[in-house]
């Protein structure tokens, strides 16, 4: 029993000394990817002559759309602008800053915002995200709204997470709309409508080739949304 509680006590001593290390060099190394992941997206628009905007000093989201965080600061950079098959897109990444404890901390985003001019169909203002169990848990302890549920459509249900006022997102989501996010559900996005404007996130910075698949994923499943639309 001495002997390993000897080695459990060099173990824990060992794992304190190197813990700081640790730290250091994996946020180096999440640095540098980041970094990379940055470079790229300005090379890939301007090799393919996308709209590039540096910095933006706001994104007309804040307080309309859930899937932007209200709390801290939200910085909005390396912005692609243009227009897709009828829609007005930007799509930038978001550096989101807040207060954690006695200090700060922050999240990178990467948001695909698109409008139409003309809406004729009505579309049930909805949000819906990939569901697992960190999402899972923080929507059973902080969210607001509770997750819509199809009893009849087991492999939707258990993908994801949908809020909504509930009388109007279940006549909105047939089964055909609810087979468009079926098909999409490897990208893991998060998509929120409101009115004429969709917006869809995902938790990380993208290359210029994978800004570009979320931006015509983005496209597809909007025009699928107003195509159903009745």
């Known amino acids: 029993m001495e002997t390993l509680g000897m080695i459990l006590f060099v173990i824990f001593v060992i794992l304190l000394v190197l813990s700081p290390l640790l730290i250091y060099y994996f946020g180096q190394k999440r640095l540098t990817a980041i970094v990379m992941r940055v470079n790229d997206s300005i090379e890939y628009a301007k090799k393919h002559g996308i709209t590039l905007i540096d910095k933006l000093n706001s994104l007309p989201l804040k307080g309309k759309f859930k899937l932007v965080c209200v709390n801290g600061t939200n910085s ?48 049930a203002p909805f949000l819906i995200k990939p569901e697992n169990l960190y999402v899972a848990l923080d929507e059973a302890i902080f969210g607001e709204e509770k997750d819509i549920d199809f009893a009849e459509d087991q492999e939707f249900s258990k993908n994801f997470i949908l809020n909504g006022v509930e009388t109007d997102v279940r006549v909105f989501f047939t089964k055909r709309i609810r087979e468009i996010f079926i098909s999409k559900k490897d990208f893991k996005y998060c998509y929120e409508v409101r009115g004429k404007t969709m917006l869809v996130r995902l938790g990380k910075y993208l290359n210029g080739e994978e800004r570009m698949c979320m931006l015509e994923t983005a496209v597809d499943v909007f025009t699928q949304l107003i195509e159903n639309a009745k």
């Open 76 to 123: 909005y950079d390396v912005a692609y602008t243009g227009e897709m098959k009828g829609f007005k897109y930007t799509l930038c990444n978001d550096y989101h800053r807040y207060r954690h404890g006695k200090g700060y901390d922050w999240d990178y985003y990467t948001y695909c915002v698109l409008e139409v001019s003309n809406l004729e169909k009505r579309i």
